[in-house]
């Protein structure tokens, strides 16, 4: 599946954005689907992923109450809300898709990649 990221911008501490991942090619509802990011010097981390219904989610610790994952299978279109956005949010934010069945935070689960887009929060 082909899978293009886009809404990334800057925004000021404390301000919301949201991320859309579009997927093209196979059917997009059979997989789980993942947002990554990666700051400058660190290594790409999880954020969040939800599973092919949507009845499944998984947050890393340090987004949860802050950062919603949602898809609309029918627009084969996947969303990261990201509310109450902090400077340490800022990175390349990447969505994912994975066929392994379950939602996971492990990266090589993943097999197709969009192509990232940038986030940055201003304090």
């Known amino acids: 599946v082909q899978l293009q990221a886009f809404g990334g911008g800057l925004v000021q501490a404390e301000g919301s954005l949201r991320l859309s991942c579009a997927a093209s090619?196979?059917?997009?509802?059979?997989?789980?689907m993942g947002w990554f990011r990666q700051a400058p010097g660190k290594e790409r981390e999880f954020v969040a992923a939800?599973?092919?219904?949507?009845?499944?989610?998984n947050y890393a610790d340090s987004v949860k109450g802050r950062f919603t994952i949602s898809r609309d299978n029918a627009k084969n279109t996947v969303y990261l809300q990201m509310n109450s956005l902090k400077p340490e949010d800022t990175a390349v934010y990447y969505c994912?898709?994975?066929?392994?069945?379950?939602?996971?935070?492990?990266?090589?689960?993943?097999?197709?990649w969009g192509q990232g887009t940038q986030v940055t929060v201003s304090s």
């Open positions: 994912a898709a994975s066929s392994y069945g379950v939602v996971t935070v492990d990266e090589t689960r993943y097999r197709d």
């Open positions: 939800i599973s092919w219904s949507g009845g499944r989610t």
């Open positions: 090619g196979r059917a997009f509802n059979v997989y789980v």
